[in-house]
């Protein structure tokens, strides 16, 4: 066998030509995950040129996470039947020109079309590059190491977009902060075709248009009602919306299971390492939010950090993960997998433990706590993405990456309504009826008042709802834990015979 390094690899396994496309795919990933907190410090700007409502504020914040999720089913679908580096690059140009079109907004309404187009490009790139790993590396030892690199990689995007944004607003205008998109774009689509080989599913069959408006309407009712919970509580108007969502989904899932062409192959679910991937990622994603909510908010508004200083601190947690991810790899390579993905729901778990034992000033048991929960829930997501994406057929992989990634989109706002809903009635009930409502609601509410001591009681309240939330976030990995050794001990991973890559590029 050669060495994998060399230009041309031994058959069945990656050479040089294909590690050096995957890094050209990680500027996709990350841009994509930075977009999701690079307007942390550009919010007061573009309030100040913009002057939007409050209203067309949030939709500045949430849009683009509603269109990513609303579209990536409809997506990864479309990737595997017209080819999923095709898609990559209509992509990039999407994202590109949403980019530009975002930096020179004139209105409120500008920008919030500019951040939807972003989300619909967003959607593309996401499915289209995991599902473009999963082809170049079928020798299952690359691929677990190619895609612990990816998550690592993602989770540290999330993290240095709000730095990368603090630091781009120090220097250029509010409009700069999008403009780091462009460069990395056009490299994409310089170097995408050159590296990176078309594939596609050789017999797709027709395109399900009528499950394009069922799949966005199972998805976005439901995490719109979720982070809604979150923010404001439960509601009834909420409560319907994400029934709504649910009932969508029903139908949705039967078509898939009885159309001729269904958007969704049924034969991915044959597999329940499949099934049970899409479930533990859901649930790794509603730890891993659910602590991020309270990690911020404890830094800025307990420990009076700035956001400049509390982004640069918050980057902490994430150079644990970038040793966590590969580390992940290997030890599913030599243990039981559901051993590893067992060990990483507890390893998280403690972590929540140790945010229990916090108070006002506990900034090193934050992070530390942060660390290692990040540690232990992207060891689960490595080893379940690298599961679930080979053990779906090759030429469906573009469906398998957007269910994972859908189900890490619920995961998410199920981890700020259910560990948010009880932080928040703990605070609720510790705050005295005599303070003022606003104060009442939320810490922030609390500091707004100019009373010291109200603020003072209004962080304790905080720290003791972080508590008890992390309480049920350990529950939840426990039970995360023990879900895993019941449907995958034993189970193992099956090794992809390398011929499926080869065929699928002919055809193409």
Known sequence: MKNPTSTTAAAGTAGRKEWTAFVVLLLPLL????????????????????????????????????????????????????????????????FGLASVGAAYAQSAEMLIAARALLGIGGATLMPSTMALVRNMFTDEKQRTKAIGI?????????????????????HFWWGSVFLINVPAMVLLLILVPVLVPEFKDPNPGRFDLVSIPLSMGSVLPVIYGLKEIASNGFSVPMILLIALGAALGYVFVRRQRTAPHAMI?????????????????????????????????????????????????????????????????????????????????????????????????????????AGII??????????????????????????????????????????MAVLGSIATAVYRSDMPSSAPSAARETLGGAAATGDAGLLHTAQEAFVHGMQYAAVGGSAVLVAGAVLTLTVLRGVGSTPVPAKETKELAAVA
């Open 150 to 170: 990816w998550s690592g990689a993602m989770a540290g995007g999330i993290a240095l977009g709000s730095v990368m944004s603090g630091i781009m607003l120090e």
């Open 374 to 415: 990040s540690c232990g829930i992207v060891t689960v997501m490595v080893l379940v993405t690298d599961m679930a994406l080979g053990t779906a057929p090759v030429e469906k992989a573009g469906s398998a990456a957007s269910l994972l990634e859908t189900g890490q989109e619920f995961g998410g706002a199920l981890g």
């Open 265 to 369: 192959n049924p034969s991915l679910f044959r597999d329940r390492r499949f099934g049970a991937g899409i479930s533990l990622n859901t649930i790794a994603a509603l730890a891993m939010m659910g602590s991020a909510l309270f990690t911020t908010q404890y830094l800025q508004l307990i420990l009076g950090m700035s956001t400049m200083e509390a982004a640069f601190w918050s980057l902490a947690p994430s150079i644990a993960v970038g040793i966590a991810a590969p580390t992940a790899g290997a030890l599913g390579q030599k243990y039981d997998r559901a051993y590893v993905m067992a060990g990483g729901f507890l390893i998280g778990a403690v972590g929540f433990a140790l945010l229990i034992l916090s108070g006002t000033d506990s900034l090193w048991i934050v992070l530390v706590g």
């Open 31 to 94: 841009l994509v995950s930075m977009d999701v907190s690079v307007l942390y410090f550009a919010a007061p700007s573009i309030t100040r040129e913009l002057d939007p409502s409050a209203t067309q504020q949030l939709w500045i914040f949430d849009v683009y996470g509603f269109a990513l999720a609303g579209l990536l089913i409809t997506m990864g679908s479309l990737g595997d039947r017209i080819g999923r580096r095709k898609l990559l690059l209509f992509g990039a140009a999407a």
